[in-house]
């Protein structure tokens, strides 16, 4: 997981570095004035540190004043989706934090710079006239707008945009690497709790148990129900992969389904149902395994027999995951607190999290139960995430 962090880490301040080399260095002009190469360079290294901390009012106070000495703009602005959260540079005593950012200028789509020839002012005498906005970008979201702005009659030229967006540039990436640092010490602390969960010590038990009892009967059988627990337990434990494609967790699935029909027989009926085209799709480790766990220990167990189905598909963007039991089933109350860790289940709130804090609070888990008539567990997840890579 370190080693992981530290690559994404790594692959973003290389971003960062590019994008104020660039912004230093304007395409076909080469600046002899040291000074203000070493100018450039103080205002980047003092708006860097202030950047890791987010986005806030705060932090956009603390580098205004840099980005202006970067871009060479008479005002600059930064602000969030709708609001301005710093303002520094001429018309300051009108423009101020927390006003609406249409007072000054369109917002920028997260897709492309936005520039006005007159900014939107009702101030009687105000100096500004033209206006580039940025995006600030983050995980492919727009999460806020840079805007240089500049004195009534300043013809905004290739090189005006092209310095703000190099400047928005670096401003993002810095964003990025604190989006990176929050998810890192979520994903650490829900990696703590799977280290505890992720295999039952129950099912340990009962795999060991029901290999035991083909060593005189199956020998041969026997032996390879062994190297399946080694397998499995070798997948369980690399923790040093985070994620793994839905191939390799179906792959360990199928091995934990083999161990428990050791034990359940014809008893245990599985059914695998799972589209090719979503084989690929990158899933956090041990977070479909878990699912179908519980299935086999409320929805088998209890019973002393049961059918499983695990089913994939696509719908759109995303991958749809099933695993269904036809076993006791619970009502709506005890689903929804299994779902936030407050009534039992194997590792069902840690898959949750996990995903989560991988995909965002759109995608996650849904249980659908009724009493006497199964459980079915669905999970969603995006087929492709930028950032998020099978090790």
Request: hydrophobic fraction near 45%; glycine fraction near 10%.
């Amino acid at each position: 997981m370190a080693f992981f962090i530290g690559v994404v880490v790594g692959l973003a301040m290389a971003a960062s570095l590019v994008a104020a080399i660039r912004l230093l260095r304007p395409p076909r002009v080469i600046s002899s004035e040291v000074r203000a190469i070493q100018t450039a360079l103080h205002a980047a290294n003092g708006m860097l540190p202030e950047l890791r901390r987010g986005l806030t009012e705060e932090s956009a106070r603390r580098v205004a004043g840099h980005l202006r000495t970067l871009t060479q703009a008479s005002a600059v602005g930064l602000g969030d989706r709708t609001h301005v959260l710093a303002f520094e540079g001429l018309g300051h005593d009108h423009h101020r934090a927390g006003d609406p950012l249409l007072q000054i200028t369109a917002p920028a789509r997260e897709d492309r710079l936005h520039v006005e020839a007159q900014i939107r002012c009702a101030e009687p005498g105000c100096p500004l006239g033209a206006a580039v906005a940025a995006p600030l970008v983050v995980a492919g979201e727009l999460v806020g707008s840079f805007v240089a702005l500049y004195t009534r009659g300043h013809r905004v030229t290739p090189n005006d945009t092209r310095t703000v967006a190099e400047a928005a540039s670096l401003v993002s990436a810095q964003l990025e690497l604190k989006a990176m640092d929050d998810q890192a010490e979520r994903l650490a602390r829900a990696e703590l709790r799977a280290l505890r969960a992720q295999i039952s010590p129950h099912f340990i038990y009962n795999a060991l148990a029901a290999i035991a009892g083909y060593i005189h009967s199956k020998p041969e059988e026997a032996r390879e129900l062994l190297t399946e627990f080694a397998e499995f337990t070798r997948y369980a434990f690399r923790g040093q992969r985070p994620y793994v494609t839905l191939a390799d967790e179906l792959g360990y699935v199928e091995k934990y389904l083999r161990l428990e029909r050791a034990r359940f027989g014809e008893r245990l009926q599985v059914r695998l149902q799972v589209d090719p085209e979503v084989l690929p799709a990158v899933v956090p480790v041990l977070s479909l395994q878990p699912l179908v766990e519980n299935a086999v220990r409320h929805g088998v167990e209890r019973r002393g027999f049961g059918r499983i189905e695990v089913s994939g598909r696509h719908i759109g963007a995303d991958v749809e995951l099933r695993v269904s039991d036809d076993g006791v089933g619970m009502d709506r109350e005890r689903a929804a607190m299994v779902l936030a860790g407050q009534g039992g289940g194997v590792g069902i709130a840690n898959v949750q999290a996990r995903l989560q804090s991988t995909f965002g609070p759109g995608y996650g888990l849904e249980i659908e139960s009724e009493p006497g008539r199964g459980t079915t567990v669905t999970m969603t997840l995006p087929k492709f995430r930028a950032g998020v890579r099978a090790a």
